[in-house]
T-cell receptor, first 115, second 110 residues
Framework: EAGVTQSPTHLIKTRGQQATLRCSPISGHTSVYWYQQALGLGLQFLLWYDEGEERNRGNFPPRFSGRQFPNYSSELNVNALELEDSALYLCASSWGRIISGNTIYFGEGSWLTVV | GIQVEQSPPDLILQEGANSTLRCNFSDSVNNLQWFHQNPWGQLINLFYIPSGTKQNGRLSATTVATERYSLLYISSSQTTDSGVYFC????????????FGKGTHLIIQP
């Protein structure tokens, strides 16, 4: 069974551009989570999608957005890139809600570098 | 929100040694997971353990929910155990997702 897959693995963008990151959850999983891991800041919760809807977002500006498609895959868009957006972006999926005691599984991440 | 503190922040051991990593959390939890992040960045699930004790090979974990802490034990360490170990929790406050501690950076020297 395939795990969570993310693309691209690495992405280099210039300041002010837009970046799009993609995630395919484990088959049968309907919830998708996005996390940012910037150097020295640990893992910060970005967004949670469930059944095609954005259910919750972390403390990030509106230029971080995304969506979940009918097949439960998801994309994360970061507009007007800033240097401090350089980070590892991790996607995770779960069969049900974490709050209900479900385990989440992470992909290998997408490294975004803003120059 | 819930606070998660992990200790020690850094740990350097020789191959074959045993270690104990600690995770303290500030509120009751309904979900607690331990992860290992390898040098390439991938987070690997180790345990789902909101309470009780579990073992998987050389690794075991115990969560004492009433006292709000969890311990991860690594026995007979190998160099491949190196990396960062994260504890992550959900306190059921309505928002889904996991809150992560800052991790313990473990280095196993040959």
């Amino acid at each position: 069974e395939a795990g969570v897959t993310q693309s691209p693995t690495h992405l280099i963008k210039t300041r002010g551009q837009q970046a799009t990151l993609r995630c395919s959850p484990i088959s049968g999983h309907t919830s998708v989570y996005w996390y940012q891991q910037a150097l020295g800041l640990g893992l910060q919760f970005l967004l949670w999608y469930d059944e095609g809807e954005e259910r919750n977002r972390g403390n990030f500006p509106p230029r971080f957005s995304g969506r979940q498609f009918p097949n439960y895959s998801s994309e994360l868009n970061v507009n007007a890139l800033e240097l401090e957006d350089s980070a590892l972006y991790l996607c995770a999926s779960s069969w049900g809600r974490i709050i209900s005691g479900n385990t989440i599984y992470f992909g290998e991440g997408s490294w975004l570098t803003v120059v | 929100g819930i606070q998660v503190e992990q200790s020690p922040p850094d740990l350097i051991l020789q191959e074959g040694a045993n270690s104990t990593l600690r995770c303290n959390f500030s509120d009751s939890v309904n979900n607690l997971q331990w992860f290992h992040q390898n040098p390439w960045g991938q987070l690997i699930n180790l345990f789902y353990i909101p309470s009780g004790t579990k073992q998987n090979g050389r690794l075991s974990a115990t969560t004492v929910a009433t006292e709000r802490y969890s311990l991860l034990y690594i026995s007979s360490s190998q160099t491949t155990d190196s990396g960062v170990y994260f504890c992550a929790v959900n306190s059921g406050g309505g928002a889904d997702g996991l809150t992560f501690g800052k991790g313990t950076h473990l280095i196993i020297q040959p």
